[in-house]
């Protein structure tokens, strides 16, 4: 890969990268009082507002602390969710619009 895009795959297979990220977010739920990882992040960068990129009512975009590669941006819901098919009509559109904007499609920080 000579430059950063996106890519959606649906694999009938846990890559290693989704399993480490599992793995780190159940240790994190088993030594933090059984919070999640997730809404951690979400209510420490809406405070923080140091990493945000766009957010709208329902997900926020933004730069995770130590990225994997320059410009990898996450979007996380903001209301609490253990998979994409609990996401409502409202939560699906609402994250059109914001993976749409110009927030996931244009490097932040030429
Ligand atoms: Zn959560």
Known sequence: ??????????????????????????????????????CDIVAHETVSKIRIVDENEQFIALTPYAPRFPYEEWLIPKRHSSNYESVDEDEVSSKKIIIQTKSLLTPRFL
Request: aromatic share 8%; glycine share 6%; charged share 20%.
């Open 1 to 38: 890969m000579t430059h950063s895009h996106s890519q959606i795959l649906a694999l009938p297979i846990i890559t290693h990268n989704t399993e480490d990220e599992l793995h780190g977010a159940k240790e994190y739920y088993d030594t933090h009082g059984q919070r999640c990882i997730f």
